[in-house]
């Protein structure tokens, strides 16, 4: 009994259980002192302890089943999570939390459940997708042994196909930040699919070369966009705000806000409760604002460097296993993940447009919290069930 106890702990991949509580050490830190603030009621430091022990939990229920039969299960999971986001459609609406289905700031993402509050379906419709697309890649290089255009487009119709369900419905919904995090996915798993350069680079030049010109006429010829595309003026202000905020301070109050934040931490920061800028639900997506301001350069380098030691790890995972899904699996993964910390990030200090995307394990939030744990917990599967053959003398 004892052999197998150790047995067990020895497949756990511990590196990863650590880097997993020292994301919830800073995420309880930086919460108990986002909340300080009078214009928060109630304990979200508890909270997020309650769904770190859920997102534990699904870790722990992942190492039931092995990475072969996650690639059986795939589209079931698939399936589920399309139903979700058809109900947010289809469900009736109502401006309170007094439906199941609320409509908040013009978006309908969200269901309300008795006990549990706020479950959002596009947080673990990610992981869902990179269940399928894995499935898919991996089936289709088992079948095709012979490669040629034809059938790498083949290989790309059926990867667009399967995103473009759920990345339409969560279009409808509308939530732009997650659209873009789905993108992300898919762009990665293409790249590493095996469809030839002679497809990828056009492709990609093409999507940049649009998203460019966009971007240009946006800035330069806005005119142009209105007359002729029917482009409401109002519409680029966000943009607008992004690239000068000072010139839009009612658009960008919660970047200026941010700004100073973080501005004001410098090198070391100004310690714990110590804040003096105010700024709105700085416990969600503006969390690393927090960081930066109380702890200053030093601390949001630790922060960012944590990041980089689990996209490593995870990268180190996808270069070590024998099986193409499960390498998959830990790609999908890391442009998740990585894309997520860049965005929250990035919007904090105006590299790029503020979306609602939360800082993974660190940002309160029940969804996003335990739907990076169901990925994590692929992660947890695959090195539990292929480390003996891994890290074997033999390889």
Same mark, same amino acid.
């Given at each position: 009994m004892g052999n197998k106890q150790q047995k067990f702990l020895d497949k756990i991949d511990w590196t990863l259980v650590l880097l997993l509580f020292l994301f919830f050490i800073v995420s309880c830190v930086s919460i108990s002192s986002a909340q300080s603030s009078s214009q928060y009621k109630g304990n979200f430091v508890l909270q997020q302890g309650f769904w770190y022990v859920i997102g534990l939990t699904i870790i722990g229920l992942s190492l039931i089943f092995d990475p072969s039969q996650y690639r059986k299960l795939s589209f079931y999971f698939y399936g589920i999570g399309i139903l979700l986001l058809l109900g947010l459609i289809l469900a009736p609406h109502c401006i309170d939390s007094g439906c199941l289905v609320p409509k908040?700031?013009?978006?309908t993402s969200w269901y309300v459940l008795p006990g549990l509050g706020q479950i959002q379906p596009s947080e673990f419709m990610k992981t869902f997708l990179i269940l399928a697309l894995s499935s898919t890649i991996a089936s289709h290089n088992e079948k095709v042994v012979n490669k040629t255009i034809k059938t790498d487009l083949y290989l790309l119709l059926k990867i667009g196909m399967i995103t473009a369900l759920p990345l339409g419905l969560i279009m409808l919904q509308p939530d732009l930040g997650t659209g873009l995090v789905f993108i992300a996915i898919v762009a990665g798993l293409v790249l590493i699919s095996g469809i030839t350069w002679k497809i990828i680079l056009p492709l990609y030049s093409t999507i940049i070369a649009m998203g460019g010109t966009i971007l240009y006429f946006v800035i330069w010829a806005p005119d142009f966009l209105v007359k002729y595309l029917k482009v409401k003026a109002y519409q680029f202000d966000r943009i607008y705000a992004w690239l000068y905020p000072e010139n839009f301070p009612d658009e960008s109050w919660h970047l200026l806000l941010s700004m100073s934040a973080i501005g004001s931490g410098e090198i070391t920061g100004k310690g714990y409760f110590k804040k003096e800028?105010?700024?709105?639900?700085?416990?969600?997506?503006? +969390?690393?604002?927090? +960081?930066?301001e109380e702890y200053g350069f030093i601390g949001a380098s +630790?922060?960012?460097?944590?990041f980089f030691i689990l996209i490593y790890h995870i990268? &180190?995972?996808?270069?070590?296993? &024998?099986?193409?899904f499960n390498t998959y699996i830990c790609v999908g993964i890391i442009c998740m993940i990585t894309f997520h910390v860049f965005?929250? +990030?990035g919007m904090t200090i105006q590299v790029l447009p503020i979306t609602g995307i939360p800082l993974p394990f660190i940002s309160y939030g029940?969804?996003?919290?335990?739907?990076?744990?169901?990925?994590?917990g692929l992660i947890f599967s695959i090195r539990f069930y292929h480390k003996e053959y891994m890290f074997s003398s033999k390889n």
């Open positions: 908040r700031n013009g978006a800028v105010y700024l709105p639900e700085r416990h969600t997506d503006f +969390i690393f604002s927090v +960081i930066g +630790i922060v960012i460097c944590l990268t &180190k995972t996808a270069l070590l296993t &024998k099986t193409p965005q929250n +990030i029940g969804s996003s919290l335990m739907g990076n744990m169901l990925a994590l």
